[in-house]
């Protein structure tokens, strides 16, 4: 072994990989890129898979009975490093698995040197990957829900206001804020299912494929997925290996159409807001000032919001991008899909919860109506009255039109719709079960009993 690489293992700095062989300093920085940075999201989920790991192998016999509860004892230690902040990759080491991998044989000698039999880094960090996301699921789907209740609370307070509806931006028919403010909760209903369907993919074990072909030791894979909570395991290999990238993929699918009903939304608040419309008051300590127009109250913040979720919305197709033409194995291209999704969770839950804090404060305009210009609205509501009364459709269209034209048209302006989902009949209380119902779907609490017997048994 040459002198350059016993000196870097004496330092800690050697690959997992590195045999005889120093890596140049340009490609080792080029071909490292921002891993280290982006794998601290992944140290503590690294370190649970890892527990898991060395809890098989004791099974198995590779881990001999007085070393396992040791390592996880040293292993709890790392994972409570990571969940405080306290944790880092120090230079010269690759990635977090090295650094996990170099902690233990420091605290533990040889025996921390075992943790990687019957393992390859591409399912350690399939695992890592897969534990991170379904953590991340969680939470956007508890934000998701956060805002829906508040969307349902607000169509309920402003069930009876009416306000215009439009077509083509120009105003058509009546409509209410229990309708606006409902619309954009059912919406998030269908976004939770999707969101539903991608955290059942994600909550399968990837570990065990090792580089994508499987392990000559007898690991116990059903093991390692009871106790990480997985719902199953990937169970083909390949296609184990295969998943990286296409998980990504179907997550950011579920991510961007969160995003985009939520950019619709910032869109429809910031015209609301503004003069020419009038619908909505934003509170003004959630606008900002003009450096010159001392009479401005900028929606700032929903315009930001409108930016970034237009952004998140891109994030499937960066991610295709990246993967698509891959064909069958393992290949470097995939770790440049983690600088793009991996922070894409933060920046989602940064949009719903701002979003939620403002919705919650916003106000609503309960005289619109009053302004005359809306009065064209009410139309079709004529329209229905005569031909319910017996006059023909399209008779009572054109007399209503031609009164129109002639200025002679005088609104019946109190509405009143019964059937399901409209002005009148808004069925929130059947969109709330619809999304309760699919919430507890999720079934975090199974995940959570997982977790915390994995932690114990370090105690």
């Not at 300093?25 to 891993?35: A, K, L, N, P």
């Amino acid at each position: 072994m040459s002198e350059q690489v016993n000196k870097q293992q004496k330092l800690g700095s050697a690959k997992l990989w590195q045999k005889s062989v120093c890596v140049a300093e340009e490609i080792d920085r080029f071909t490292v890129g921002h891993d280290r940075e982006l794998d601290l999201y992944l140290a503590k989920y690294d370190v649970l898979g890892s527990m898991a790991h060395v809890t098989m192998l004791s099974k198995i016999g590779l881990i001999a009975p007085d070393e396992l509860p040791v390592l996880l004892r040293e292993l709890r230690h790392i994972y409570h490093l990571a969940e405080d902040g306290r944790f880092c990759i120090e230079e010269g080491i690759e990635d977090v698995h090295s650094q996990v991998e170099l902690m233990l044989t420091r605290r533990l000698g040889d025996m921390g040197k075992k943790i990687h039999s019957g393992r390859s880094r591409n399912d350690q960090v399939l695992v890592d990957l897969k534990l991170f996301t379904r953590d991340k699921l969680r939470e956007v789907a508890e934000a998701v829900r956060t805002l829906f209740c508040e969307l349902q609370r607000q169509s309920e307070r402003y069930k009876d206001v009416l306000m215009p509806g439009y077509t083509h931006l120009q105003v058509a028919m009546p409509s209410s804020f229990g309708l606006w403010f409902g619309a954009y909760a059912e919406s998030l209903t269908d976004d939770m299912y999707l969101l539903e369907a991608t955290y059942r993919m994600t909550n399968r074990n990837p570990l065990g494929s090792a580089a994508g072909y499987g392990s000559s030791f007898p690991l116990d894979r059903t093991l390692t997925t009871r106790l990480l909570g997985f719902d199953s395991m990937d169970y083909n290999v390949v296609y184990a290996q295969m998943g990286r990238g296409k998980n990504e993929r179907n997550v950011a699918f579920a991510l961007a159409g969160i995003a985009g009903t939520v950019s619709k939304l910032a869109f429809d608040a910031c015209m609301f807001n503004s003069q020419n419309f009038g619908f909505v008051k934003l509170p003004d300590e959630c606008t900002t000032g003009s450096s010159i127009m001392p009479h401005k109250k900028n929606p700032d913040v929903f315009e930001l919001i409108r930016a970034r979720c237009n952004r998140l919305q891109a994030l499937p197709s960066q991610v295709v991008l990246i993967m698509n033409n891959l064909p069958c194995g393992y290949f470097r291209d995939l770790q440049e899909i983690k600088e793009v999704f991996l922070p894409a969770f933060d920046q989602l839950l940064d949009c719903l919860r701002m979003t939620t804090y403002i919705v919650e404060r916003m106000s609503v305009n309960e005289h619109l109506l009053d302004d005359e210009r809306y009065d064209a609205m009410f139309s079709v509501e004529e329209v229905n009255r005569l031909a319910a009364e017996g006059m023909p459709f399209r008779d009572a269209y054109r007399k209503v039109g031609l009164d129109i034209e002639a200025g002679k048209f005088q609104p019946v302006k109190n509405i009143r719709h019964t059937h399901e989902g409209s002005v009148g009949n808004l069925c929130n209380a059947e969109i709330a079960a619809l999304m309760e119902n699919i919430y507890t779907r999720f079934a975090f609490d199974r995940v959570d009993e997982a977790q915390k017997q994995l932690l114990a048994s370090a105690e």
